[in-house]
């Protein structure tokens, strides 16, 4: 995915998430780590390294590869991603 792209999705699927927990009665303090934490990914200050990224029709094959290791970062589960 390119720069660009990748960084729209973080804002999206972040305020998205953050819009969530104003409607819920989640403690102030995770609402507020959570938007540093998107705002770090956002800047780039932070990056995590993602082996690859799988759609939700793949879980089964997400737990096998999670529980078999050998994985060069994390495995990213997303709703749209075909």
Do not use: Y
Request: with cysteine; glycine share 4%; proline share 2%.
């Amino acid at each position: 995915m390119e720069a660009a792209a990748e960084l729209a999705a973080w804002r999206k699927t972040s305020q998205t998430l953050l819009n969530q927990f104003d409607a819920g009665a989640t403690s102030r303090w995770f609402k507020e780590d959570l938007e540093r934490l998107f705002n770090l990914l956002a800047a780039g200050t932070i990056r995590p390294r993602v082996a690859e990224r799988i759609s939700f029709d793949e879980v089964a094959e997400a737990h096998r590869r999670l529980e078999a290791g050998r994985l060069n970062g994390r495995l990213v589960l997303c709703p749209d991603f075909k």
